[in-house]
């Protein structure tokens, strides 16, 4: 039977060609390695040589420059493409994450120290110290804080982790019963690594023992690598310590006035 020639005839071990660079228009030399298009065709399903073809045959006529700088604008455009892709991914997903009520903000339909620290709380720049937004109910912490979130998670990519702290309260028990290596450590794992954490409605739960030691600890482990908190409430330090009693109250209040900054917001409306 006849063999291939490709593996039993010799071949020159380059064939050069004189070219015209299409983007600079300076003359080069291209040569093209026998014993490579051997190894290719060996080691190579047809598809994937036909592609490897299809590039090539794409960067044929630039000179080493101009394919380096052609390869470059590639390289920046495909990161752009792909960035642009997972933004349109959050964006997506971001309804899912947002209740619906909170999902647009009219600054002119909030209260006035809302509007005033409007930009201070959405252009926060994201950084090791968190955010506590005190307030009365209808003071417009949420919404402001919903504002800050939707820019850090959908425009800047940051992993967001966000509970309503009645409902934290009452999964961090129910996957507590279901036993502790399964899945409450995954579960606080994941918690405690997110790039933001925000607490709706601090105090707002029940401050079983079990959940004032979690909390304390997240608190504890995310200050400790710089990854922030964002937290509103209606409580005050004195009335939050009131709702813990003793469990973890002091340390835990100390640690949030240390890493955060807070601001007071009233329900004032504005005149």
């Known amino acids: 039977m006849q063999q291939k020639r490709i593996l039993t005839e010799p071949l020159p071990q380059d064939e050069r060609h004189e070219e015209t660079c299409e983007e600079c228009g300076q003359a080069f030399s291209t040569a093209v390695d026998q014993p490579l298009k051997e190894s290719i065709f060996r080691l190579m399903d047809r598809r994937l040589y036909r592609e490897r073809m299809k590039f090539d045959e794409a960067w044929r006529n630039l000179c080493d420059l101009c394919l380096d700088k052609q390869q470059e604008r590639q390289r920046r455009e495909d990161i752009e493409f792909a960035a642009a ?6 964006e997506f997903n971001w309804p899912n ?24 709380v959405v252009d926060w720049k994201y950084q090791e110290r968190g955010l506590i937004l005190i307030g009365p109910t209808g003071a417009g912490k949420t919404r402001l804080c919903y504002a800050l979130l939707r820019r850090l998670y959908v425009e800047q990519g940051h992993s967001c982790k966000l509970f309503k702290c009645a409902d934290f309260a009452h999964e961090l028990l129910e996957i507590a019963s279901e036993g502790y290596g399964a899945k409450l450590r995954p579960w606080l794992k994941a ?3 997110a790039d933001v954490l ?5 105090g707002k739960m029940r401050f079983s023992e079990k959940v004032a ?30 709702r813990m009693g003793d469990m973890s109250a002091g340390p835990l209040i100390r640690r949030l006035r240390e890493f955060n900054d807070t601001i007071t917001l009233t329900n004032k409306p504005q005149t």
């Open 85 to 90: 892709a997972k933004r349109e991914k959050r």
């Open 97 to 120: 994450i947002c209740p619906v009520i909170y999902r647009e903000s009219d600054p002119a339909r909030l209260p006035a120290d809302a509007v005033k620290n409007w930009a201070r």
């Open 191 to 193: 918690i405690c690594e």
């Open 198 to 202: 925000f607490l709706d409605d601090f």
């Open 213 to 242: 030691t979690e909390l304390f600890g997240i608190v504890e482990k995310r200050t400790a690598n710089g990854l922030p908190i964002i937290i509103s409430t209606n409580d005050t330090s004195d009335t939050l310590a009131d």
